[in-house]
């Protein structure tokens, strides 16, 4: 997708470090509970039309991380109609053992 850079987990762990960046989890909100990176928002795919705003601003760096490529694509999609441009993606990869 435009627009949209992927990262790997060692670049991720060195973006969260910097108070500039955002991390938007858009996993569904238990997934988070049981484990999401420090600092992390949870906004649920289907919410982040509604609370964004309160949330992001378009002049954020802002990490998009979800464990499916297709709801990243989507999330990304959503913030770019709204003016974000400064995006990254990182796919979650449950280490739970589930």
Excluded: C
């Amino acid at each position: 997708m435009k627009g949209l850079k992927p990262i790997v987990e060692a670049l991720l762990y060195e973006k969260i470090k910097d108070p500039k960046v955002k991390v938007l989890d858009v996993r569904h909100p238990m997934d988070y509970y049981k484990q999401h990176l420090p600092g992390a928002i949870n906004i649920y795919i289907g919410r982040l039309p509604h609370v964004r705003k309160k949330e992001l601003s378009q002049t954020d760096e802002i990490v998009i991380v979800s464990s499916s490529d297709y709801k990243i694509k989507k999330a990304a999609r959503n913030l770019q109609k709204s003016g974000f441009t400064n995006l990254s993606s990182f796919v979650w990869i449950d280490n739970t053992g589930r």
